[in-house]
């Protein structure tokens, strides 16, 4: 295989940064392909704790290729201070490329977000009001800012004037604001760009030749595929498409580059903001998995919703991204449950039933789940580096999970530390690169 892409198969929070970090070290490059700052990477490595929110996940690799894609929307100072803190932690960045085609974050989607949330009241999508959205939305009428922008003043400020220009109504609110400054605004982001300038770069082309010779390429994405702005529980939703289809457009492949698609799924389920959750737990188990599993946004620092595994959802996702291989993480929080309830359909609010996830809004946001109940195991699994080392009512757990869903579970996590995570027999089969021991 040649070219992996990783995805979250849930509502995003799945554990992706650390299994991309662990197969970033027998890659040759790993690409990320959409998002922004509003997704957060949490990696546990020999005991340091580094929490990455547009590095892709190899940056940890000396000389790594490491590519910020042109599908991604880039808040300069987010990035400036994550290679500051890189450096000041002595991890080498010279592997970082960023695409001369992936937009910018500008201060005034940043008030935008704000406003919007603000204005929606009760009804807010819950976005994290980084200026996801409007940056994407910029993109899409066509009057975005470039990272190539930054390179030329006069380009930049005319495309900054006509960004502006529409908004002004919106920005009425901030007329006073210095952010809002034009001179102010084209200053500082031409000093980003000089920051940023040995890293700018054709990154289309660099992945190409990388593919061309047969090098490993991670695609990484961000967030999961229930929060897909086309296929997700819009419009409780992101701004992008964090789909394994995406990794294509957000990096300039094409489809046939693609060689595994794994999905990472945590062995229950979360979800961070507004919008449909039917498996949702509101009682003293959920808020019990919560603390043991540490579920608080990495870059928000929310509380994630808790649930129990959603099979119809993880089956959904399964297919829309094609997936090849399953990744489970976080089995060990389910340690301790005499029994552990995992949804196998949908009872919608008139009593119809539905195996496959609704297409409907309504029917969805009424939804609830039907359950069958599985032994739970009492044994602390947090040490086990082996399937054979796993309580058998765990074992059966994954089994279970395997077969609904019809794809092979190839790592399983049972910790946040690196050594945490196990190969199964069928991941053995299938590891990029070099032959790995389980463990």
């Known amino acids: 295989m040649s070219g992996i892409v990783i995805v979250g198969a849930q509502w995003g929070d799945e554990g992706k940064g650390k299994i991309t970090d662990l197969l970033a070290e027998r890659a040759d490059a790993v690409i990320r392909f959409q998002g922004g700052n509003n997704a957060g990477h949490t990696i546990v490595r020999n005991g340091e704790t580094w929490k990455l929110h547009l590095m ?11 590519v910020i894609g042109n599908g991604v929307v880039i808040d300069p100072k987010v990035l400036t201070d994550e290679l500051d803190e890189l450096r000041r932690r002595e991890v080498d960045t010279s592997g970082l490329r960023i695409s001369a085609n992936a937009h910018m974050i500008m201060p005034y989607h940043m008030m935008l977000d704000d406003a919007g949330e603000a204005r929606l009241g009760k009804l807010k999508i819950g976005t994290t009001r980084r200026g996801i959205g409007p940056a994407y939305a910029d993109k899409a009428s066509r009057i975005g800012i470039r990272v190539q922008d930054l390179l030329d003043e006069k380009i930049l400020k005319k495309k900054i004037v006509a960004a ?13 604001d210095p952010r809002l400054d034009l001179q102010a605004i084209t200053e500082e982001y031409l000093a980003y760009g000089r920051r940023l300038s040995e890293y700018i770069a054709d990154t289309t082309s660099l992945v190409w030749e990388k593919l061309d010779k047969g090098d490993i390429v991670i695609f990484e994405g961000a967030q999961g595929a229930l929060l897909d702005i086309d296929h997700g529980t819009y419009p409780f939703v992101t701004s992008s498409n964090p789909i394994a289809a995406a990794a294509c457009i957000g990096s300039g492949v094409g489809p046939k580059d693609i060689d595994e698609v794994w999905g990472i799924a945590k062995a229950y389920s ?52 094609s997936l090849t291989a399953l990744v489970v993480t976080k089995l060990d929080v389910l340690s301790g449950l005499d029994t552990i309830k995992v949804c196998v359909r949908y009872r919608g609010e008139d009593g119809a039933e539905f195996d496959t996830f609704p297409y409907h809004q309504t029917v969805l946001h009424h939804a609830t789940g039907d359950y069958v109940e599985l032994p739970g195991w ?51 089969a299938t590891a990029p690169g070099q032959t790995v021991a389980a463990g």
């Open 270 to 321: 979360t979800r961070v903001g507004s919008g449909p959750f039917p498996t949702e737990l509101h009682d003293d188990i959920g808020e019990d998995l919560r603390r043991r599993g540490g579920e608080f946004g990495t870059t928000t620092g929310r509380s994630r919703r808790i649930g129990w595994l959603d099979l119809v959802a993880l089956k959904y996702a399964a297919r829309l991204n």
């Open 56 to 66: 892709p996940s190899g940056i940890l690799y000396p000389g790594k290729t490491c």
């Open 164 to 176: 502006l220009e529409p908004k002004r109504l919106a920005l009425r609110p901030y007329a006073r």
């Open 378 to 428: 009492s044994e602390d699994i947090s040490d086990a580096r082996s399937e054979d080392e796993l309580p058998e009512n765990a074992r059966a757990y994954l089994r279970y999970m395997e077969e609904a869903i019809g794809v092979p579970i190839v790592l399983i996590s049972v910790g946040p530390g690196r050594e945490q995570t196990m190969w199964t027999e069928a991941g053995l």
